[in-house]
C-alpha cells in the first residue's frame, strides 16, 4: 500500500473522515471543501503541507496534534462553526499562511493598525542577520485587498538601510457576509555584505499593502489621469484596473 499524495473528500454527505488518514504519511495535500456535514477533523499525517477545508460550515473540532508541520497552508475559509478551541490550534500553529471566519484580531498581535500600513518602532538594537515574524489581517466582506509586503529599515549615524522580503502574501477574495482572518509568517536574512553597516541599529518594522506592481499607473487620490501620447481617437478602448479598498 502506497501513501497518496493528494486526497479529496468532496463530499456533501461526508460526516466523518477514518482515524487511518494519520498513517498516510506520503501525503501532502487534504481538499475536503464543501464537506457541509463534516463536524470533526481526527489527527492528521505530520507530512500534510495543504489543508483545503473551504465550505466545511459544519466544522468545529481540530485534532490538536495535526498542524506540525511550519510550511503548511491552512484554509478554513466559511468555517463559521469553529469552536474556540480549534480556533487557538489554527490562530497559533506555525504555518505559511491561514484563513479563518473571525471578526476580531487575536489578542497575542499586539501591535495593530486600522490603516492599509503599519509600522512598530523598536528600541534601537543590533542589526540581526535574519527576522522572522508573523503577523494576521482581518479581511472585510466582498473585498479584495491585493498583496501584502514588508520591509525592514535600519539607521547608523547618516546611512538608513532598507530590506524587504522576497515573498509577496496574496489576499484571497472574500465573497462571504462574515469577515475573515488572514494569518501568515515570513521571514528573511538581513544582507550583511556591506561593511558600513556593521553598526547598523535595527529600528523599524513595517508592513504595507500594496496594488501589484504590474499596474504602472497609479494615484492615491480619488481619480487617476493618464497622459499619453496625441494619436487619433479609437473607436473603442479596453483597460485593466486595480484599486484598494
Excluded at 153 to 180: A, C, F, R, W
Amino acid at each position: 500500500f502506497t501513501s497518496p499524495v493528494s486526497l479529496c473528500l468532496r463530499c456533501v454527505g461526508l460526516k466523518t473522515i477514518p482515524d487511518c488518514i494519520r498513517r498516510l504519511s506520503g501525503l501532502s495535500k487534504l481538499v475536503i471543501t464543501m464537506c457541509r456535514k463534516l463536524r470533526a477533523l481526527p489527527q492528521l499525517p505530520d507530512s500534510l503541507i495543504s489543508i483545503n477545508a473551504h465550505g466545511c460550515e459544519s466544522l468545529e473540532s481540530i485534532d490538536s496534534s495535526s498542524f506540525q508541520n511550519p510550511d503548511i497552508c491552512l484554509n478554513f475559509y466559511g468555517c463559521f462553526y469553529l469552536n474556540q478551541k480549534a480556533r487557538k490550534i489554527i490562530e497559533t500553529s506555525a504555518c505559511k499562511y491561514a484563513l479563518l471566519p473571525g471578526r476580531k484580531v487575536p489578542a497575542h498581535f499586539t501591535h495593530r493598525a486600522t490603516s492599509d500600513s503599519l509600522t512598530i518602532n523598536l528600541t534601537p538594537t543590533p542589526l540581526p542577520s535574519s527576522i522572522r515574524f508573523k503577523a494576521c489581517i482581518l479581511l472585510p466582506r466582498h473585498s479584495r485587498l491585493g498583496t501584502v509586503s514588508c520591509s525592514v529599515s535600519g539607521k547608523q549615524n547618516d546611512l538608513t538601510v532598507e530590506y524587504g522580503s522576497n515573498q509577496l502574501h496574496h489576499m484571497p477574495y472574500i465573497n462571504e457576509p462574515e469577515v475573515h482572518l488572514y494569518i501568515f509568517e515570513d521571514s528573511f536574512s538581513l544582507n550583511q555584505d556591506y561593511p558600513e553597516t556593521e553598526e547598523t541599529t535595527f529600528r523599524k518594522l513595517s508592513f504595507g499593502v500594496e496594488v501589484p506592481a504590474d499596474f504602472t499607473h497609479q494615484a492615491t487620490s480619488g481619480s487617476l489621469t493618464i497622459n499619453i501620447t496625441p494619436r487619433s481617437l479609437p473607436s473603442s478602448v479596453r483597460f485593466k484596473a486595480c484599486i484598494l479598498l
